[in-house]
């Protein structure tokens, strides 16, 4: 009997995947119509009591190309729940934004990752926005609530030595394992994307909203944020699973191509290095140094 090729599988599998998820415009279309209908009765708020690490509304002042960026999140961390809570303000130059990454922590498998983005400028500045649900005090994560208005939208605005520390140094149960990819794109549609974020976190600073589990969650709510450049990557089933964001952007030629997709996230996983950077001022650059060899395998 013939075998099927790894090459036929793979195949396979993207065209059961095409039907199961058909038409996925649509069918955010309709999930979106279906969720404002079960939440006309409630409203969105920024006055309720808070989880500590959500309290705090990030915005930010455009003048040009600056951009001073307020309630930069950067907390002490002693272990994932116990922490000095810190902020700080930062002007950026969008004129010397030099890169766009995205990083992708996994928990439960290869299937789903929570993705976000750091914003890198020139002299080893970056700036983090991962985006979350603002729980309130005595509030636990529920996927299945999360598809009725049960959380609000919040933008997490912060140093990477907290928003990637945190999960690479801290988060034990269970472990996360973070994979950061330079994405590849023009810098002007990274200067784009960077005004299109803090207009958002402005916006939601004077009128909040919902977190949705499907339709506005932490990768969908990247990929809409990306429309705002005229060449954004198309609405993918992979982006419902979120774990396979970073492989739809290497078949769309947005990471570096020049190694095999396996081989490039083995390089991208950064947890070691984070752990041995900890708190050093240079944590970002010593995260994203010598990437010859790998450090451990993929999701699983």
């Known amino acids: 009997m013939v075998q099927p090729t790894r090459g036929t599988a793979e195949a396979g599998r993207e065209r059961m995947m095409g039907r199961v998820v058909k038409r996925p415009a649509i069918i955010m279309a309709a999930l979106m119509v279906f969720v404002s209908g079960c939440s006309i009765f409630i409203r969105p708020s920024n006055d309720r009591q808070w989880q500590s690490d959500v309290a705090i509304l990030a915005y930010a002042d455009i003048d040009g190309d600056l951009v001073t960026v307020h309630n930069i999140r950067n907390f002490d961390y002693r272990n994932e729940t116990d922490y000095t809570p810190a ?149 993918s089933w992979k982006l419902l699973f979120s774990g396979y964001v970073p492989q739809y952007l290497y078949e769309q030629e947005r990471l570096d191509t020049s190694l095999p997709f396996d081989e490039l996230q083995k390089r991208s996983l950064i947890n070691e290095r984070a752990r041995a950077a900890d708190t050093a001022a240079d944590f970002s650059e010593r995260i994203r140094g010598n990437t010859d060899t790998a450090e451990s395998e993929p999701p699983h």
């Open 87 to 235: 902020y700080y303000d930062k002007t950026f130059d969008l004129s010397r934004l030099e890169s766009v990454d995205l990083a992708a922590a996994y928990w439960m498998g290869p299937k789903i990752a929570h993705t976000f983005v750091s914003f890198g400028f020139g002299g080893g500045d970056y700036l983090a926005v991962s985006i979350e649900t603002r729980k309130e005090v005595g509030e636990a994560y529920s996927t299945f609530k999360g598809f009725f208005g049960k959380y609000e939208l919040y933008y997490v605005v912060a140093d990477e030595r907290d928003v990637i520390r945190l999960r690479t140094n801290y988060r034990k149960d269970p472990p996360e394992q973070v994979y950061l990819y330079r994405v590849r794109a023009a810098i002007e549609n990274g200067r784009r994307l960077f005004l299109e974020y803090m207009r958002r976190i402005n916006s939601l600073k004077e009128q909040p909203e919902f977190y949705n589990t499907l339709t506005t969650n932490c990768t969908t709510t990247i990929w809409k944020n990306t429309r705002i450049n005229d060449d954004h990557l198309p609405f």
